[in-house]
């Protein structure tokens, strides 16, 4: 049902993910956004500019909303979401964890998820009610019967606002959980809970963060829902990500 869209994601992302591959034999123009520690490269503009030039040649009027201000279409059936290269930080310090990440919303309702990461050349994507995949193979949220015995995940913002927050939140899961993880890329530590790499993963993310990997949790059969576990809402910059009974706790933990 979804063939064709998924199709134009999976070459949109193939085509940034080289784009970055080759910026890494380079030296980088690195400015800043919002704060200092808020990082963007002409890599993450060119890549945005690629998927975004692939998705309008083939589904003209189609709108988009990428990171780095690409906007358009008038069609308000369809959107695209996109981050053209999450984890920009890792990026410019040539740290092996980023990706492209492209979702698709049809009436609101995400369709299509697709997040590659070049590095280790692991694709994954996911349609809605066709399953989750990483490089063709199905793949499943973990077995974790609870924290105490999960490996769990999450990031800090890039503005810094809100650490004190992310800090506390740390705390208190550290003491109850098997181990916690920062990795600085959202959309891949997404794709790690539902590959069961991860057990849960919790963050204040946008939308382009979020898209591709809360698709890919639900077709994993995990849970994704906000910081007090009511249904997830892409727009509403709060995720909690995971197997079911660790999200759970999280959310218990984040309440605290």
Request: with cysteine.
């Amino acid at each position: 049902m979804y063939e064709e869209f998924l199709r134009v994601a999976i070459q949109a992302a193939h085509a940034a993910g080289k784009l970055q591959l080759e910026g890494l034999e380079r030296e980088l123009h690195i400015e800043t956004k919002r704060s200092p520690i808020d990082f963007v490269t002409e890599v993450d503009r060119a890549c945005e500019v690629e998927v975004a030039r692939q998705i309008e040649e083939n589904f003209p009027g189609h709108q988009f909303l990428g990171e780095e201000g690409t906007t358009g279409g008038n069609n308000p059936d369809y959107r695209w979401i996109v981050d053209p290269l999450d984890g920009t930080t890792n990026y410019t310090h040539h740290y092996p964890h980023f990706c492209v990440s492209i979702g698709l919303e049809y009436q609101s309702q995400l369709i299509v998820g697709v997040v590659y990461d070049a590095v280790r050349n692991e694709f994954f994507s996911a349609t809605a009610g066709g399953g989750a995949f990483l490089n063709d193979r199905p793949i499943r949220v973990s077995t974790a019967p609870s924290l105490a015995k999960a490996l769990v995940c999450t990031g800090f913002p890039g503005d810094q606002a809100g650490n004190q927050q992310v800090l506390t939140a740390w705390e208190k899961i550290s003491l109850r959980c098997h181990g916690i993880r920062r990795d600085g890329s959202a959309a891949l530590d997404l794709c790690y809970v539902a590959a069961g790499r991860l057990d849960g993963f919790w963050e204040r993310l946008n939308a382009w963060d979020m898209a591709a990997g809360a698709l890919l949790i639900r077709e994993a059969g995990g849970v994704v829902t906000n910081f007090v576990g009511q249904e997830f809402e892409l727009y509403k910059r709060e995720i909690v990500a995971s197997n079911g009974p660790v999200g759970a706790e999280l959310v218990e933990c984040l309440g605290a």
